[in-house]
Protein backbone atom coordinates (compact mmCIF):
# COMPACT_ATOMS: atom_id res chain seq x y z
CA UNK A 1 0.00 0.00 0.00
CA UNK A 2 3.14 2.91 1.07
CA UNK A 3 4.77 2.04 -2.23
CA UNK A 4 1.29 2.43 -4.51
CA UNK A 5 0.87 5.41 -2.47
CA UNK A 6 4.56 6.42 -3.52
CA UNK A 7 3.81 5.80 -6.78
CA UNK A 8 1.08 8.19 -6.73
CA UNK A 9 2.71 11.14 -5.19
CA UNK A 10 5.42 11.35 -8.04
CA UNK A 11 3.04 12.55 -10.60
CA UNK A 12 1.18 14.41 -8.37
CA UNK A 13 4.39 16.10 -7.21
CA UNK A 14 5.54 16.40 -10.79
CA UNK A 15 2.82 18.27 -11.91
CA UNK A 16 2.84 20.62 -8.92
CA UNK A 17 6.29 21.61 -10.05
CA UNK A 18 5.81 21.88 -13.46
CA UNK A 19 2.48 23.76 -12.88
CA UNK A 20 3.62 26.62 -10.36
CA UNK A 21 6.09 28.35 -12.94
CA UNK A 22 3.87 27.96 -15.52
CA UNK A 23 0.92 29.73 -13.29
CA UNK A 24 3.50 32.47 -12.13
CA UNK A 25 4.68 33.12 -15.84
CA UNK A 26 0.42 33.68 -16.75
CA UNK A 27 -0.84 35.26 -13.99
CA UNK A 28 -2.10 38.51 -14.65
CA UNK A 29 -2.36 39.29 -11.13
CA UNK A 30 -0.69 42.21 -10.17
CA UNK A 31 1.08 42.28 -6.93
CA UNK A 32 3.95 39.65 -7.13
CA UNK A 33 3.66 37.87 -3.77
CA UNK A 34 -0.22 37.38 -4.47
CA UNK A 35 0.58 36.25 -7.63
CA UNK A 36 2.87 33.51 -6.43
CA UNK A 37 0.80 32.41 -3.71
CA UNK A 38 -2.74 32.02 -6.05
CA UNK A 39 -0.19 29.99 -8.38
CA UNK A 40 1.29 28.03 -5.34
CA UNK A 41 -2.34 27.15 -4.06
CA UNK A 42 -3.53 26.39 -7.40
CA UNK A 43 -0.29 24.14 -8.50
CA UNK A 44 -0.80 22.45 -5.24
CA UNK A 45 -4.80 21.77 -6.07
CA UNK A 46 -2.95 19.90 -9.31
CA UNK A 47 -0.94 17.77 -7.39
CA UNK A 48 -3.94 16.78 -4.68
CA UNK A 49 -6.56 16.50 -7.87
CA UNK A 50 -3.76 14.36 -9.73
CA UNK A 51 -2.84 11.91 -5.86
CA UNK A 52 -6.22 11.28 -5.40
CA UNK A 53 -6.65 10.44 -9.24
CA UNK A 54 -4.54 8.05 -9.63
CA UNK A 55 -6.74 5.33 -7.14
CA UNK A 56 -9.35 5.87 -9.50
CA UNK A 57 -7.88 5.80 -13.23
CA UNK A 58 -4.65 3.82 -12.65
CA UNK A 59 -3.28 4.35 -16.02
CA UNK A 60 -0.07 6.24 -16.55
CA UNK A 61 -1.85 7.65 -19.93
CA UNK A 62 -4.57 8.82 -18.31
CA UNK A 63 -2.78 10.38 -15.55
CA UNK A 64 -0.54 12.27 -17.96
CA UNK A 65 -3.63 13.91 -20.14
CA UNK A 66 -5.36 14.56 -16.83
CA UNK A 67 -2.90 16.33 -15.77
CA UNK A 68 -2.93 18.67 -19.04
CA UNK A 69 -6.24 19.05 -18.51
CA UNK A 70 -5.72 20.33 -14.92
CA UNK A 71 -2.69 22.32 -16.23
CA UNK A 72 -5.17 24.20 -18.83
CA UNK A 73 -7.76 24.65 -16.50
CA UNK A 74 -5.78 26.35 -13.64
CA UNK A 75 -4.06 28.55 -16.13
CA UNK A 76 -7.38 29.25 -17.46
CA UNK A 77 -8.42 30.04 -13.85
CA UNK A 78 -5.25 32.60 -13.01
CA UNK A 79 -6.07 34.64 -15.82
CA UNK A 80 -9.20 35.04 -14.73
CA UNK A 81 -8.40 35.92 -11.16
CA UNK A 82 -8.85 40.03 -11.50
CA UNK A 83 -11.84 40.08 -13.01
CA UNK A 84 -14.29 41.60 -10.93
CA UNK A 85 -16.15 43.76 -12.78
CA UNK A 86 -19.59 42.87 -11.69
CA UNK A 87 -21.95 43.87 -9.23
CA UNK A 88 -22.15 40.73 -7.11
CA UNK A 89 -18.55 41.24 -6.27
CA UNK A 90 -18.39 45.40 -5.44
CA UNK A 91 -22.24 45.28 -3.75
CA UNK A 92 -22.36 42.21 -2.06
CA UNK A 93 -19.18 40.06 -1.13
CA UNK A 94 -16.45 42.75 -1.03
CA UNK A 95 -18.32 45.19 1.33
CA UNK A 96 -19.35 41.51 3.12
CA UNK A 97 -15.94 40.58 3.43
CA UNK A 98 -15.19 44.14 4.94
CA UNK A 99 -17.84 43.81 7.55
CA UNK A 100 -15.90 40.98 9.04
CA UNK A 101 -13.09 42.84 9.08
CA UNK A 102 -14.28 45.54 10.56
CA UNK A 103 -16.94 43.83 13.78
CA UNK A 104 -15.22 40.40 13.53
CA UNK A 105 -17.52 37.58 14.24
CA UNK A 106 -20.55 39.56 15.50
CA UNK A 107 -20.64 40.32 11.77
CA UNK A 108 -23.09 37.40 11.27
CA UNK A 109 -25.43 38.55 13.40
CA UNK A 110 -26.62 41.21 10.93
CA UNK A 111 -28.76 40.37 7.92
CA UNK A 112 -27.28 42.07 4.88
CA UNK A 113 -26.38 39.21 3.69
CA UNK A 114 -29.07 36.49 1.79
CA UNK A 115 -26.51 33.89 1.96
CA UNK A 116 -27.19 30.89 4.46
CA UNK A 117 -24.25 30.94 7.38
CA UNK A 118 -22.50 28.25 5.97
CA UNK A 119 -20.53 30.63 3.07
CA UNK A 120 -20.62 33.65 5.72
CA UNK A 121 -18.35 31.46 8.02
CA UNK A 122 -15.79 31.40 4.95
CA UNK A 123 -16.28 34.95 4.24
CA UNK A 124 -15.35 35.57 7.89
CA UNK A 125 -12.24 33.48 7.22
CA UNK A 126 -11.13 35.10 4.21
CA UNK A 127 -11.76 38.64 5.58
CA UNK A 128 -8.80 37.43 8.06
CA UNK A 129 -6.46 36.49 5.54
CA UNK A 130 -4.00 39.40 4.69
CA UNK A 131 -4.92 39.27 0.51
CA UNK A 132 -7.07 40.82 -1.96
CA UNK A 133 -10.35 39.14 -0.78
CA UNK A 134 -11.27 38.43 -4.32
CA UNK A 135 -8.54 36.06 -4.92
CA UNK A 136 -9.28 33.69 -1.43
CA UNK A 137 -13.56 34.16 -3.04
CA UNK A 138 -12.61 32.66 -6.10
CA UNK A 139 -9.83 30.26 -4.92
CA UNK A 140 -12.26 28.31 -2.42
CA UNK A 141 -14.59 28.16 -4.87
CA UNK A 142 -11.77 26.69 -7.56
CA UNK A 143 -11.19 24.62 -4.35
CA UNK A 144 -14.88 23.14 -4.91
CA UNK A 145 -14.30 22.61 -8.69
CA UNK A 146 -11.55 20.14 -7.92
CA UNK A 147 -14.38 18.42 -5.35
CA UNK A 148 -16.74 18.37 -8.08
CA UNK A 149 -13.76 16.45 -10.08
CA UNK A 150 -12.79 14.05 -7.40
CA UNK A 151 -16.75 13.57 -6.82
CA UNK A 152 -17.57 12.63 -10.40
CA UNK A 153 -14.55 10.56 -10.91
CA UNK A 154 -15.78 8.24 -7.70
CA UNK A 155 -19.38 8.72 -9.13
CA UNK A 156 -17.41 6.85 -12.28
CA UNK A 157 -15.71 3.91 -10.36
CA UNK A 158 -19.44 3.47 -8.98
CA UNK A 159 -20.79 2.58 -12.85
CA UNK A 160 -17.12 0.71 -13.51
CA UNK A 161 -16.05 3.43 -16.73
CA UNK A 162 -12.96 2.50 -18.11
CA UNK A 163 -9.87 4.44 -17.32
CA UNK A 164 -10.12 6.71 -20.75
CA UNK A 165 -14.07 7.63 -19.73
CA UNK A 166 -13.14 8.52 -16.10
CA UNK A 167 -10.69 10.70 -17.20
CA UNK A 168 -12.65 12.19 -19.74
CA UNK A 169 -15.05 12.79 -17.29
CA UNK A 170 -12.83 14.80 -15.22
CA UNK A 171 -10.96 16.86 -17.62
CA UNK A 172 -14.90 17.81 -19.40
CA UNK A 173 -15.86 18.70 -15.86
CA UNK A 174 -12.82 20.81 -14.55
CA UNK A 175 -12.83 22.33 -17.91
CA UNK A 176 -16.48 22.63 -19.25
CA UNK A 177 -17.05 27.28 -19.37
CA UNK A 178 -19.88 27.52 -16.89
CA UNK A 179 -17.63 26.04 -14.32
CA UNK A 180 -14.44 28.06 -14.71
CA UNK A 181 -16.66 31.28 -15.40
CA UNK A 182 -18.38 30.48 -12.14
CA UNK A 183 -15.54 30.14 -9.46
CA UNK A 184 -12.68 32.12 -11.08
CA UNK A 185 -14.25 34.59 -13.65
CA UNK A 186 -17.32 35.75 -11.59
CA UNK A 187 -16.66 34.59 -8.08
CA UNK A 188 -19.72 32.64 -7.49
CA UNK A 189 -19.71 29.52 -4.97
CA UNK A 190 -21.92 26.89 -6.85
CA UNK A 191 -19.24 24.59 -6.71
CA UNK A 192 -19.62 24.23 -3.03
CA UNK A 193 -23.56 23.23 -3.16
CA UNK A 194 -23.18 21.23 -6.19
CA UNK A 195 -20.23 19.05 -4.61
CA UNK A 196 -22.26 18.01 -1.92
CA UNK A 197 -25.34 16.70 -4.23
CA UNK A 198 -22.53 14.73 -6.03
CA UNK A 199 -20.87 13.54 -2.91
CA UNK A 200 -24.76 12.28 -1.94
CA UNK A 201 -25.75 10.41 -4.78
CA UNK A 202 -22.22 8.74 -4.90
CA UNK A 203 -23.05 7.92 -1.18
CA UNK A 204 -26.41 6.70 -2.02
CA UNK A 205 -25.29 4.23 -4.88
CA UNK A 206 -22.84 2.98 -2.55
CA UNK A 207 -25.27 2.38 0.02
CA UNK A 208 -24.27 5.07 2.64
CA UNK A 209 -27.64 6.40 3.17
CA UNK A 210 -26.96 8.45 6.11
CA UNK A 211 -23.37 10.20 4.55
CA UNK A 212 -25.73 10.69 1.57
CA UNK A 213 -28.34 12.37 3.40
CA UNK A 214 -25.73 14.27 5.43
CA UNK A 215 -24.32 15.41 2.38
CA UNK A 216 -27.52 16.53 1.16
CA UNK A 217 -28.13 18.66 4.03
CA UNK A 218 -24.88 20.37 3.96
CA UNK A 219 -25.46 21.09 0.14
CA UNK A 220 -28.92 22.71 1.11
CA UNK A 221 -27.42 24.59 3.95
CA UNK A 222 -25.52 26.36 1.25
CA UNK A 223 -27.63 27.09 -1.45
CA UNK A 224 -31.86 26.74 -1.96
CA UNK A 225 -31.18 25.51 -5.27
CA UNK A 226 -30.12 22.40 -4.21
CA UNK A 227 -33.95 21.45 -4.35
CA UNK A 228 -33.15 20.78 -7.82
CA UNK A 229 -31.56 17.92 -6.86
CA UNK A 230 -33.32 17.00 -3.22
CA UNK A 231 -36.49 14.81 -5.05
CA UNK A 232 -34.15 12.08 -5.66
CA UNK A 233 -34.28 11.20 -1.95
CA UNK A 234 -37.95 10.66 -2.62
CA UNK A 235 -37.37 8.23 -5.02
CA UNK A 236 -34.30 6.49 -3.42
CA UNK A 237 -36.64 5.85 -0.65
CA UNK A 238 -38.61 4.23 -2.80
CA UNK A 239 -36.05 1.67 -3.88
CA UNK A 240 -34.95 1.03 -0.08
CA UNK A 241 -31.75 2.99 -1.02
CA UNK A 242 -32.60 5.18 1.88
CA UNK A 243 -35.40 5.06 4.62
CA UNK A 244 -37.04 7.57 7.24
CA UNK A 245 -34.92 6.77 9.66
CA UNK A 246 -32.60 9.43 8.12
CA UNK A 247 -34.65 12.23 8.40
CA UNK A 248 -32.82 13.35 11.57
CA UNK A 249 -29.43 12.95 9.78
CA UNK A 250 -31.07 15.55 7.67
CA UNK A 251 -32.11 18.33 10.29
CA UNK A 252 -29.36 17.36 12.46
CA UNK A 253 -26.90 17.90 9.89
CA UNK A 254 -28.50 21.21 8.82
CA UNK A 255 -29.00 22.32 12.27
CA UNK A 256 -24.95 21.51 13.18
CA UNK A 257 -24.15 24.05 9.88
CA UNK A 258 -26.11 26.81 11.32
CA UNK A 259 -25.35 26.23 15.01
CA UNK A 260 -22.36 27.98 15.27
CA UNK A 261 -23.81 31.60 13.73
CA UNK A 262 -27.06 30.82 16.39
CA UNK A 263 -24.62 30.86 19.12
CA UNK A 264 -22.77 33.68 17.94
CA UNK A 265 -26.15 35.59 18.64
CA UNK A 266 -28.31 35.17 15.27
CA UNK A 267 -31.71 34.77 15.74
CA UNK A 268 -32.72 31.10 14.53
CA UNK A 269 -35.68 32.56 13.00
CA UNK A 270 -33.81 34.71 11.04
CA UNK A 271 -31.51 31.62 9.97
CA UNK A 272 -34.45 29.69 8.81
CA UNK A 273 -35.86 32.56 7.21
CA UNK A 274 -32.82 33.34 4.97
CA UNK A 275 -34.55 31.01 1.78
CA UNK A 276 -37.91 32.28 2.12
CA UNK A 277 -36.70 36.06 1.77
CA UNK A 278 -34.68 34.58 -1.13
CA UNK A 279 -37.74 33.21 -2.96
CA UNK A 280 -39.41 36.78 -2.36
CA UNK A 281 -36.35 39.34 -3.37
CA UNK A 282 -36.83 38.39 -7.04
CA UNK A 283 -40.40 37.27 -7.63
CA UNK A 284 -41.75 40.46 -9.16
CA UNK A 285 -39.66 39.14 -12.38
CA UNK A 286 -40.25 36.17 -13.88
CA UNK A 287 -36.69 35.62 -14.89
CA UNK A 288 -33.02 36.72 -14.83
CA UNK A 289 -31.52 35.75 -17.66
CA UNK A 290 -31.87 32.42 -17.28
CA UNK A 291 -32.50 30.10 -20.26
CA UNK A 292 -35.87 29.03 -18.62
CA UNK A 293 -39.16 29.06 -20.35
CA UNK A 294 -40.02 32.55 -19.23
CA UNK A 295 -37.05 33.64 -21.48
CA UNK A 296 -40.37 32.75 -24.37
CA UNK A 297 -43.11 34.62 -22.18
CA UNK A 298 -43.71 38.29 -23.17
CA UNK A 299 -42.39 40.95 -20.95
CA UNK A 300 -45.81 42.24 -20.00
CA UNK A 301 -46.54 42.98 -16.15
CA UNK A 302 -50.33 42.27 -16.86
CA UNK A 303 -49.35 38.25 -17.35
CA UNK A 304 -46.78 38.55 -14.41
CA UNK A 305 -49.31 37.03 -11.99
CA UNK A 306 -50.98 34.21 -14.09
CA UNK A 307 -47.57 33.43 -15.50
CA UNK A 308 -45.78 33.15 -12.30
CA UNK A 309 -48.65 30.56 -11.07
CA UNK A 310 -48.57 28.62 -13.80
CA UNK A 311 -44.62 28.02 -14.00
CA UNK A 312 -45.58 27.12 -10.56
CA UNK A 313 -48.01 24.70 -10.99
CA UNK A 314 -46.62 22.69 -14.33
CA UNK A 315 -42.66 22.68 -12.24
CA UNK A 316 -45.27 20.76 -9.50
CA UNK A 317 -46.78 18.52 -12.20
CA UNK A 318 -44.10 18.00 -13.81
CA UNK A 319 -41.86 16.70 -10.80
CA UNK A 320 -45.00 14.83 -9.86
CA UNK A 321 -44.99 12.89 -13.09
CA UNK A 322 -41.29 12.05 -12.72
CA UNK A 323 -42.32 10.70 -9.09
CA UNK A 324 -45.21 8.68 -10.26
CA UNK A 325 -42.78 7.21 -12.92
CA UNK A 326 -40.60 6.31 -10.59
CA UNK A 327 -43.56 4.54 -8.09
CA UNK A 328 -45.04 2.51 -11.19
CA UNK A 329 -41.67 1.37 -12.12
CA UNK A 330 -39.58 1.51 -9.15
CA UNK A 331 -38.47 -2.38 -9.74
CA UNK A 332 -36.64 -1.48 -12.69
CA UNK A 333 -34.57 1.66 -10.95
CA UNK A 334 -30.78 0.96 -11.33
CA UNK A 335 -27.87 3.44 -11.11
CA UNK A 336 -28.07 4.33 -14.43
CA UNK A 337 -31.96 4.99 -13.76
CA UNK A 338 -31.41 6.80 -11.11
CA UNK A 339 -28.59 9.17 -12.85
CA UNK A 340 -31.29 9.82 -15.46
CA UNK A 341 -33.67 10.78 -12.60
CA UNK A 342 -31.35 13.31 -11.36
CA UNK A 343 -30.76 14.41 -14.90
CA UNK A 344 -34.06 15.49 -15.64
CA UNK A 345 -35.06 17.04 -12.57
CA UNK A 346 -32.02 19.53 -12.54
CA UNK A 347 -33.04 20.30 -16.03
CA UNK A 348 -36.70 20.13 -16.35
CA UNK A 349 -37.59 22.25 -12.71
CA UNK A 350 -35.29 25.00 -13.68
CA UNK A 351 -36.57 25.39 -16.81
CA UNK A 352 -40.54 25.20 -15.38
CA UNK A 353 -39.98 27.49 -12.16
CA UNK A 354 -39.95 31.28 -12.82
CA UNK A 355 -37.73 33.87 -10.93
CA UNK A 356 -34.27 31.91 -12.21
CA UNK A 357 -31.17 33.19 -12.89
CA UNK A 358 -28.24 32.73 -14.94
CA UNK A 359 -26.41 30.40 -12.70
CA UNK A 360 -29.33 27.78 -12.19
CA UNK A 361 -28.73 25.88 -14.70
CA UNK A 362 -25.15 24.66 -13.05
CA UNK A 363 -26.15 21.37 -11.45
CA UNK A 364 -28.15 20.49 -14.79
CA UNK A 365 -24.62 21.33 -16.48
CA UNK A 366 -22.57 19.03 -14.16
CA UNK A 367 -25.12 15.98 -14.17
CA UNK A 368 -25.23 16.69 -18.44
CA UNK A 369 -21.39 15.71 -18.66
CA UNK A 370 -22.08 12.71 -16.23
CA UNK A 371 -25.12 11.53 -18.97
CA UNK A 372 -22.42 11.79 -21.77
CA UNK A 373 -20.40 10.10 -20.71
CA UNK A 374 -21.99 7.58 -19.17
CA UNK A 375 -23.63 7.49 -22.62
CA UNK A 376 -21.37 8.35 -25.35
CA UNK A 377 -23.91 8.22 -28.21
CA UNK A 378 -25.29 10.91 -25.95
CA UNK A 379 -22.35 13.37 -25.70
CA UNK A 380 -24.35 16.66 -27.35
CA UNK A 381 -26.54 16.51 -24.11
CA UNK A 382 -22.72 18.22 -22.44
CA UNK A 383 -22.24 20.92 -24.96
CA UNK A 384 -25.85 21.94 -25.74
CA UNK A 385 -26.64 22.13 -21.61
CA UNK A 386 -23.61 24.03 -21.24
CA UNK A 387 -24.01 26.68 -24.33
CA UNK A 388 -27.62 27.35 -22.81
CA UNK A 389 -26.12 27.90 -19.59
CA UNK A 390 -23.62 30.13 -20.83
CA UNK A 391 -26.43 32.66 -22.69
CA UNK A 392 -27.29 33.30 -18.93
CA UNK A 393 -23.87 34.19 -17.71
CA UNK A 394 -22.70 36.31 -20.89
CA UNK A 395 -26.21 38.62 -20.69
CA UNK A 396 -24.98 38.96 -17.19
CA UNK A 397 -21.49 39.38 -16.99
CA UNK A 398 -20.89 41.46 -20.53
CA UNK A 399 -24.48 42.92 -20.38
CA UNK A 400 -25.73 41.39 -23.40
CA UNK A 401 -26.74 38.81 -25.22
CA UNK A 402 -25.19 36.54 -27.45
CA UNK A 403 -25.91 38.08 -30.61
CA UNK A 404 -28.47 36.57 -33.22
CA UNK A 405 -28.87 33.86 -29.63
CA UNK A 406 -30.69 36.06 -27.20
CA UNK A 407 -32.26 33.76 -24.62
CA UNK A 408 -35.13 32.52 -26.50
CA UNK A 409 -32.88 29.92 -28.61
CA UNK A 410 -31.26 28.65 -25.42
CA UNK A 411 -34.46 28.22 -23.62
CA UNK A 412 -35.71 25.85 -26.68
CA UNK A 413 -32.68 23.77 -26.50
CA UNK A 414 -32.89 23.44 -23.21
CA UNK A 415 -36.53 22.55 -23.27
CA UNK A 416 -35.14 19.81 -26.01
CA UNK A 417 -32.70 18.44 -23.04
CA UNK A 418 -35.74 18.37 -20.84
CA UNK A 419 -37.76 16.11 -23.39
CA UNK A 420 -34.75 14.22 -24.44
CA UNK A 421 -33.43 13.40 -20.98
CA UNK A 422 -37.12 12.20 -19.90
CA UNK A 423 -36.89 9.91 -22.99
CA UNK A 424 -33.96 8.16 -21.96
CA UNK A 425 -35.64 7.91 -18.58
CA UNK A 426 -38.40 5.98 -20.24
CA UNK A 427 -36.02 3.63 -22.28
CA UNK A 428 -33.77 2.72 -19.49
CA UNK A 429 -36.91 1.84 -17.33
CA UNK A 430 -37.79 -0.81 -20.03
CA UNK A 431 -34.88 -2.54 -19.47
CA UNK A 432 -36.03 -5.86 -18.22
CA UNK A 433 -33.63 -5.77 -15.53
CA UNK A 434 -32.44 -2.57 -14.15
CA UNK A 435 -28.74 -1.65 -14.07
Known amino acids: MTRYRVNRAIPAIAAALVTFPVLLAVSPVPGRGEAAVMAAAFALLAGLVLFFAGGTVESAPMLFFLGAALAAGFAIRTCSL ?22 GWRAIVSTWSDYNVPYLYIIGIIARVPMND ?30 LRKTVLASALFLAPTVWLNSSFWGQCDSIYAFFCVMALVFALED ?69 NQTQTYASRLNLNSPSAYALAPADERFHDALFNAGLALAFCYLGALLLLAWVRRGRIGNRALLLFVAAMVIGIPWLLPSMH ?23 FAPLCIFCSYAGYHAYLF ?37
Open 82 to 103: PQSANTDYIYCLGPWAQDFRDN
Open 134 to 163: LYLYKLVSVIFDCGVVLAGMRLARVFSLSP
Open 208 to 276: KPARSVAMAAVAFSFKLQAVFFLPVFIILWMVRRVSIREIPVFIGTFFLTVLPAWILGRPLSSILLIYR
Open 358 to 380: DRYFYLADIFCVFLAVLIPEKWV
Open 399 to 435: SRFIPYVGLAVPSLVMLFLMGGAVMLLLSELRRPEPV
